[in-house]
């Protein structure tokens, strides 16, 4: 396998090809962006890193396979991050951490974020947004995805939150979920603290909150429940602000 790498400011992206095929990760520098730690291995047709991208820039990641050995896997303070057909795993602290309005776009396609120490995505900004479609967010000690602004906002398609040692997500904002399944974390499935309207679409809550079984629990703000099934729907499973219960919303065990 071939490394190529390039550092400076405005020299191309820092970047590693693998012979296997046009697999690639890049990483936009600029004066306040870094890269830490190793590059293991390109094999196989994966890249592999061990090691903590650090960056005030876009951050594009395909096909790999990145273990966190400090804080945090990514920890972005402007720009959008893109990650497709890729794991990522561990980190102290959070795996994915964005600290700044200026990182708009969280996006994932295919991947898996797991085994964080806390949180496995965290997006302190006021105006971020989480994509998932075909992902996953497991087996991390906090919780699966929390956003704190109340314009940032959570969209699950075709995805599961799973496993996560506190709320399976936190939000602020807006949480719509289609297609999608929030199950079997320690604390509430969603936990909605913002003034927001979330839709619930073609989805499976279930198992969450090992106590009270309390999967959505909202502050304020309206959340609709529709052809989707959610434990304790209309009962102890939905607790808070108000609800919808639309067409096919049930409380039947999946």
Excluded at 21 to 47: F, M, P, Q, R
Excluded at 147 to 154: E, F, K, L, V
């Amino acid at each position: 396998s071939e490394v190529t790498v390039w550092t400076g400011f405005n020299l191309p992206p820092l970047s590693w090809t693998t012979s296997a095929s046009n697999l690639e990760v890049w990483l936009a520098l600029n004066l306040y962006s870094s890269i830490t730690d190793e590059l293991l291995s390109a094999k196989a047709g994966t890249l592999i890193i061990n090691g903590n991208i650090i960056t005030a820039n876009d951050v594009v990641i395909n096909n790999s396979t990145l273990t966190a050995t400090n804080p945090s896997a990514i920890n972005s303070y402007r720009g959008n991050i893109t990650i497709n057909n890729t794991t990522i795993s561990g980190g102290d602290d959070h795996v994915i951490y964005t600290e700044d309005d200026n990182v708009t776009v969280v996006s994932l396609y295919n991947t898996t974020i797991k085994d964080g120490d806390n949180h496995g995505i965290y997006s302190t900004g006021d105006n971020s947004e989480v994509s998932l479609q075909y992902s996953f967010v497991r087996d991390n000690d906090g919780t699966g995805i929390k956003t704190n602004g109340t314009a940032s906002h959570i969209h699950l398609n075709s995805s599961m939150v799973t496993g996560n040692g506190s709320y399976g997500i936190q939000c602020s904002g807006q949480v719509n979920s289609n297609y999608s399944n929030i199950t079997f974390n320690e604390d509430d499935g969603v936990y909605l603290t913002g003034n927001n309207f979330s839709n619930i679409k073609n989805s499976i809550i279930w198992g969450n909150d090992i106590v009270n079984y309390n999967q959505i629990n909202t502050t304020s703000g309206v959340t609709s429940i529709t052809y989707s099934t959610v434990q304790g729907s209309g009962a102890y499973g939905t607790t808070g602000g108000q609800y919808y219960y639309g067409d096919g919303s049930i409380d039947d065990d999946p």
